[in-house]
């Protein structure tokens, strides 16, 4: 049976204008070469120049609009000389994450086939990062008293156990599916109250999967180990600030941050998921047909895996490696190539 998936796409600003339509070139051929499923596109011109005409980012019905649709493709938002960033995020890309209960947050970093990583000795390393992605560090509670030498700033993390079981449980469901071991990034010696909690939770839900090997490591030794013998690790799940602080480490030791792909999944599939890339919308290099398409093409491999076409995913990965291996990369990666070569010398490996 021939599955049709409708896609809201939403390019964004920036690059995200460019590497948005290379990706979807890349998923429409693979669709066909597959030929168990289609994709229907539909466009939302939403962003920073919809703001500079409308006063918003996305009109107000904007996630009723989404709703309707299976997942969300999603470029890159931000335009800082004309926007500022706290209206960007928190009119768009935060929004549609809370909106959507997009509860979890998953980024691969995996040293490719063909790249260099900065690190000294590389080895083959596959990790995968689970981020809870709604509340922990990053909650809205807080406030702040007085001023002058007597001003106080508080913020207050929030970890309920729900949301935190629920990614634990997510990250030893693919160690299931896939690997072997899942490792928790805690700092129950220093906070008092949240890490002992996050740790009590792991050691409940670890119970229920006892195949599967387990390690607690508190997250400075672990941002160290990280970069020193990143093939150590499989997946790790994290609190939201400490996945977001290891997940662009992630970006950095796999060669660009060009390349890093990202998801944002509702998993109970109530709402769409979103699927964006790590990097942003790249000023600098907009516009000049020279970003790299890596990081969205593999966003939309890890959209395909969510859909449960993994033969499809991986037969991109695999043309991405060889696309690279033969040397075909842009300037962020040391190459000379352009977007539009990176995009058709993948079409021509799928
Ligand atoms: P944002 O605030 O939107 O996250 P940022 O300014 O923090 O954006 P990026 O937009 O990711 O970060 O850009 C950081 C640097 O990486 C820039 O120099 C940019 O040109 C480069 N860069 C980011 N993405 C790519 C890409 N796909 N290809 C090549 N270079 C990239
Ligand atoms: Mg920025």
Redesign the pocket.
């Known amino acids: 049976m021939m599955n049709t998936y409708k896609i809201a796409v939403i390019p964004g600003d920036?690059?995200g204008k460019e590497?948005v339509p290379a990706a979807i070139e890349v998923l429409d051929s693979i669709a066909k070469l597959d030929g168990n499923f289609k994709f229907e596109w539909t466009y939302f011109p939403w962003g920073c120049d919809y703001y500079l005409e409308h006063g918003e980012m996305m009109p107000g019905d904007g996630l009723e609009t989404l709703k309707q649709y299976d997942q969300i493709f999603l470029g890159?938002?931000?335009m800082?000389e004309l926007v500022p960033?706290h209206i960007s995020l928190w009119g768009l890309l935060i929004k549609i994450r809370r909106g959507m209960k997009q509860s979890i947050n998953v980024r691969p970093a995996k040293l490719l086939a063909g790249l260099q990583s900065p690190l000294k000795n590389p080895q083959n390393f596959d990790i995968t990062v689970v981020r809870e992605n709604s509340e922990g560090e990053y909650s809205d509670s807080g406030g702040r008293i007085h001023t002058g030498e007597d001003e106080i700033a508080i913020q207050n993390a929030i970890f309920t156990r729900k949301r935190t079981e629920r990614a634990m449980r997510y990250a030893f469901e693919l160690a299931k599916s896939s690997r072997k071991h899942v490792t928790s990034a805690t700092k129950s010696n220093g906070l008092t109250y949240s890490m002992p909690f996050w740790d009590e939770v792991f050691n409940v839900v670890k119970k229920d999967y006892p195949e599967i090997d387990t390690s607690v490591q508190h997250i400075d030794a672990l941002a160290a180990f990280f970069v020193m013998k990143p093939q150590a690790f499989d997946i790790i799940v994290a609190s939201n600030l400490f996945g977001d602080i290891l997940t662009d480490l992630g970006g950095a030791i796999m060669g660009?941050?060009?390349i890093a792909p990202a998801a944002n999944l509702n998993i109970e599939r109530e709402y769409p998921s979103m699927f964006e890339?790590v990097?942003?919308?790249?000023?600098?290099?907009a516009g000049l047909g020279?970003?790299?398409?890596i990081?969205q093409i593999w966003t939309g491999k890890m959209m395909l895996d969510f859909l449960g076409h993994y033969h499809a995913g991986t037969r991109i990965l695999t043309a991405i490696e060889k696309t690279l291996s033969s040397g075909v990369k842009?300037?962020?990666l040391g190459g000379t190539a352009t977007l539009e070569e990176v995009k058709n010398t993948v079409i021509n490996y799928l």
Do not use: Y
Not at 279 to 285: L, N, Q, R, T
């Open positions: 920036g690059i590497v890159a938002v931000g800082p960033d660009s941050i060009g890339p990097h942003g919308s790249a000023p600098d290099i020279i970003a790299n398409p990081g842009t300037g962020d």
